[in-house]
């Protein structure tokens, strides 16, 4: 994060002002598409540096060796079985913006998520959803 922020404020930022001075340079600002679109490109490069900046004060770095593997914690890989369909299913707890259920990883905010945290092995997790409520067992904790 640290290294695109970085790529961010010294290589994309002169960029963009350059290319909002070269569209400037170009006459009438009234009537000038590649001006707006040369500051809306800066506005959006700003607001990603704001996100990626306040990412980065907000950031901790967990020892996962320091971290509990009786109960589902952030970064608790979790076997779970959908008792009413017999489904079993393996996910990784994180952290919102790391969050990607095509990979297995589901947020600790998630409804699923929110369920499982500090349940141990052989609890069953009652989980609201919108169309009801899902009882999961916790069969494995894992790091």
Do not use: C, W
């Not at 994309?12 to 569209?23: D, N």
């Amino acid at each position: 994060m640290r290294e695109e922020l970085s790529h961010l404020k010294d290589v994309e930022r002169p960029k963009a002002s350059q290319a909002i001075g070269e569209a400037r340079d170009k006459g009438d600002l009234s009537e000038n598409a590649e001006y707006d679109a040369a500051k809306e490109a800066q506005g959006m490069l700003e607001m990603k540096i704001s996100k990626l900046e306040e990412q980065l004060s907000n950031a901790r770095i967990i020892d996962e060796s320091q971290l509990d593997s009786s109960k589902v914690l952030v970064l608790s890989k979790v076997k779970i079985k959908n008792q009413s369909n017999g489904m079993e299913m393996n996910y990784t707890l994180v952290a919102d913006g790391e969050a990607d259920l095509a990979s297995g990883k589901i947020s600790v905010n998630s409804p699923i998520g929110k369920g499982l945290l500090g349940k141990s092995v052989g609890e069953v997790a009652d989980i609201q959803v919108p169309n009801g409520i899902l009882k999961f067992e916790i069969l494995e904790i894992s790091r």
